[in-house]
C-alpha cells in the first residue's frame, strides 16, 4: 500500500502542492525495519502567478498539462525540463466527449493526428500530421448558394450552368451544364435562417447515394463500375455514354446496383 501525503509551499508568487510517497515495511517487519521510506517530494501542482501559468504533473513529476492565462495557451503533455530518476516524456492527448460521453474528438500528441467520430464513435474523419493524409469515411462536401431555396433533396445531382447558377440537371434548357456533385443533407443540429437557407453541402469527392434513372443509355443492365453522368431527368444520374465523357457531365463510377428507392451509390470522380 502507498500513502500520499500532501503538502503546500508558497514561494514568493508560485503556490506548489507537492506529494511525499511513503512505502510500508517489508514483511515481515522488524523494529529495525518498521520505519517506512520516506522518497523525495514530487510537485503535483505548480500555480506561478508572475507567469499566469498552472501547470500539473503526473505521478513521475513530469508535466502533464499547462494552462498560460496570458496567451490563451494549453499545453498537454511534453519532455521532463528536470532530469531525475525518470527520463519518460509525456504524450499529449485531448479528448472531446458528446453529452452522452462518446469521444467526438480526439488530438493523438503520440501520432500527431486529428480524428472527428460520428455519434457511435467511429471514425468520420481523421487527418495525419506524420504524412498529411486526409482519410474521409465517405464524403468531402463543399458548401454552395443553390439557385432555389426548394432544392433540397439529398441524393440530387447537381451542376453548374454557364452562367454560373448552382442548380439540379434537368432538361436541355439552351445552357451547358457540367457536374459538380451530389447534395447531401443539412447535418442535425444545423439551423437556417434566412441568410444562409440557400447555403447547401455539395459532395465533391468520396462516395454517397445518388438519384438515379434507368431509363438512358441501357441504363437498366448498369454494373458496379459502370460510369454515371447527369440526365436530362431533374436531380437524378444515368449510364455514362461516350458523348458524356466529352462534355464533362460525368459524376463517377458506379459501386453497386440500383437500390428500390431509385438511387444508386458513387463513388465521385468529376471530370
Known sequence: MVRFLEDVEIIGNS???????????ISPPTPEDAVPLLLPEKVRVRIQAEDDNVTIFDGDGKPALSFNSRWGVLDVGGKDVDPGIFQKAVEGDIR??????TVRVHIDGSTGGISLDNRAGRPGVHISGEDGAVMVNSTLAVQFNIAEWSIDEPGTVMVVDDVGNITHCGPDSGL???AIGILLGVPPGIERDQFSRLLRPVAVAGKTFCKFDPRFDAGADIKPGNF???SPTPGKAKRANDFDHSQHMIIGKALGF??????IEVLLSLS
Open 15 to 25: 503556490l506548489i502542492l507537492k506529494e511525499r510517497t511513503t512505502f510500508p515495511p
Open 96 to 101: 472531446v466527449h458528446d453529452g452522452q460521453g
Open 176 to 178: 451547358i451544364q457540367r
Open 228 to 230: 454515371l453522368a447527369i
Open 258 to 263: 440500383p437500390t428500390p428507392d431509385g438511387t
